[in-house]
């Protein structure tokens, strides 16, 4: 990977140094789809593979997502200016017992920097607050996060409260983390499954098409 000073900022969790770059770009001229696409999240992605592999550890995983979160702040209007626009809507959370959030959070900001509105519901989300975040938001996407073995029936239980309150035909439903597979996936019900986040986005788009 080839590191320029967008990507060094994240891989370094450089929230100042991020803005500072990104800010530079756009001032030299390059557009901020570009920024995203071409910079941020390679860099992001990097930043998954170190933590797959262990040179990566939870804190590191933190301050770049802050430091990408910072930087999309200020590629937003930009964003928005290029003729990307509103792609849909997505309601998206980390399922029932599981505390874990940086899968989910960097799979949100991928799909917020590339047109998506976001209601990001956290972590450890019940069936129920599923379903009052598809009855009050009425999105087009919902996503689901899991990274323990022993919390992925929690999506299988979000998947049949959906459907007991007549709300599964109104939405696409996607679904990932470490210990999942297609397979679960299908076997659930769930409209796709996304093996990572930089994944998640082409899936998101190819989902609302179909």
């Known amino acids: 990977m080839i590191l320029n000073l967008i990507s060094k900022a994240i891989l370094n969790g450089d929230s100042e140094g991020l803005v500072e770059a990104i800010n530079q770009a756009l001032e030299e001229g390059k557009s901020a789809e570009n920024i995203l696409n071409k910079d941020c999240i390679p860099a992001l992605t990097e930043v998954g593979r170190l933590y797959e592999v262990g040179e990566f550890f939870l804190p590191e995983m933190l301050v770049s ?3 990408v979160q910072a930087g999309l702040m200020v590629l937003r209007p930009y964003l928005i200016d290029s003729g990307i626009g509103y792609v849909g809507k997505v309601v998206i959370g980390t399922v029932k017992g599981d505390l874990h959030d940086i899968g989910k959070n960097l799979v949100a900001m991928m ?3 590339s047109g998506f509105e976001i209601i990001d519901l956290g972590v450890d989300v019940p069936p129920e607050k599923f379903v009052e975040g598809v009855e009050k938001h009425q999105p ?17 239980l979000t998947m049949k409260a959906l ?5 599964r035909d109104q939405v696409k439903v996607i679904v990932g983390g470490a210990p ?6 299908k076997e659930i019900g769930a409209d796709g499954f996304a093996p990572d986040a930089s994944k998640a986005v082409g899936i998101a788009k190819s989902l609302l098409k179909s």
Do not use: Q
């Open 140 to 156: 087009d996407l919902v996503g689901m996060s899991a990274l323990l073995t022993t919390t992925m029936p929690s999506m299988e």
């Open 65 to 67: 997502a802050r430091a």
């Open 163 to 167: 459907r007991d309150a007549n709300l």
């Open 111 to 113: 799909l917020e920097g």
């Open 180 to 185: 999942l597979t297609d397979e679960f996936a």
